[in-house]
């Protein structure tokens, strides 16, 4: 281990839209601590969402380190080495829960009193905490590149999503927003034999959506006629699960409005702090709608997800369609916001 430090370049986000390319030293890793060389991270519409509104009430703090879908080799580690070693390459999680809470107990560690948040995938070198080490840290199996297992965090979240719904396996499908997000829940429910149905503004995504599954894609309106249309497909009996992926309050509307009989609404879009959406109390009653939240991901999750990817199918890899430096990130995000990408892969060269 040399005795002069690393020094590195990462991307800082200061606030609204305002983010700096600084030059850091790597911290050396203490006891359980891994240094990790960030090989690839990927864009995400919740940094998207981050880096508009400047900052996230629970997930990153302004100024901060930028980014939180990533994949990287360890390069130096502290003792104990909690079972790493130098050169594992490995995916960690931008979460790590306490391990010991009620939620985190009961499997529910996405609700852990106590979650760690990790951001700085927007870097040549991140410094794992203990805690992230110990419980949210993953090795990536052989052949699977490290672009793609920088997706393991918006998957898991996916998976998790799916998971919460205790789904049957037959059940016709709408998804509402054909993000990253939306064509990953088509992307895996269409192949599990789910009939996907999914509405989006914008003609490319839906393309992608028929691509990775779904058995049909059409236009969003963005008003009242998207749940008129959406409770009209499926041959008339509309979807028996909506997934609302827009994060948009007028998107759960549309959600809990076009829903079948008996049916049920995945809400999960993170909406702005403040926001309402309006219900029709009489359907929620009567038609016995269940409406459920889903909130970031969990370790097994985690695992689900890398397990995904490494296996290949359906490949997610068209989601990843650009790929910039660290000093190009604003850009990146940018061309998510201006919808000519989906996904940007952030390649770091470290010099
Ligand atoms: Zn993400
Ligand atoms: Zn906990």
């Known amino acids: 281990m040399s005795t002069a430090r690393r020094t590195h370049r990462a991307v800082y986000l200061l606030g609204p839209r305002r983010t700096e390319l600084r030059t850091v030293t790597a911290p050396r890793p203490g006891g359980g601590e891994l240094l990790v060389r960030i090989e690839a991270a990927a864009t995400c519409g919740t940094d998207l969402k981050v880096w508009q509104r400047g900052g996230h009430p629970r997930m990153l703090q302004v100024p901060g380190p930028f980014g939180h879908e990533m994949a990287g080799t360890i390069v130096e580690l502290g003792q ?12 960690i999680a931008n979460s790590a829960p306490c391990g010991e809470c009620k939620a985190c107990r009961s499997g529910r560690e996405n609700l ?18 203990r805690r992230f080490s110990e419980r949210s840290t993953y090795a990536v199996p052989p052949g699977l590149d490290p672009t793609m297992a920088a997706m393991a965090e918006p998957l898991a979240c996916v998976l998790h999503g799916i998971d919460v719904c205790r789904l049957a396996g037959d059940e016709t499908v709408a998804v509402i927003g054909g993000g990253p997000i939306g064509l990953m829940f088509a992307a895996v429910l269409g192949p599990r034999g789910h009939d ?5 503004p914008n003609a490319s ?24 249309r959406l409770s ?4 008339g009996l509309g979807p028996e699960l909506v997934i609302e992926a827009t994060g ?9 409005a076009s829903v079948a009989p ?4 995945l809400l999960f879009g993170g909406c702005a702090p403040g926001t309402t959406a309006a219900c029709d109390t009489h359907k929620l009653h009567y038609s016995e709608i269940t409406v459920r939240g889903a909130y970031h991901h969990t370790p097994a999750a985690m695992q689900n997800a890398i397990a995904f990817l490494a296996a290949g199918t359906p490949d997610l890899s068209i989601l990843l369609n650009a790929v910039y430096p660290l000093e190009r990130v604003p850009e990146a995000l940018a ?6 990408i989906l996904k940007a892969t952030i390649r770091p060269e470290p010099h």
């Not at 996907?196 to 989006?200: E, K, Q, R």
């Not at 008996?262 to 609404?265: A, C, E, F, K, L």
């Not at 061309?335 to 000519?340: D, L």
């Open 205 to 228: 995504r839906l393309e992608a959506a028929r691509r990775l599954g779904a058995v049909e894609a059409f236009e969003a309106a963005r008003d009242h006629r998207d749940a008129e």
């Open 112 to 129: 852990c009193a106590d979650l760690s948040y990790l951001n700085g995938a927007y870097g040549e070198y991140l410094l794992v905490p």
């Open 80 to 91: 104990p080495s909690n079972g790493w070693a130098e050169g594992d390459r490995v995916v």
């Open 335 to 340: 061309a998510m916001e201006a919808r000519t």
């Open 262 to 265: 008996g049916g049920q609404v």
């Open 232 to 235: 009209g497909i499926f041959s």
């Open 248 to 256: 948009n309050p007028r998107a759960w509307e549309t959600a809990l």
């Open 196 to 200: 996907v149905a999914l509405i989006d």
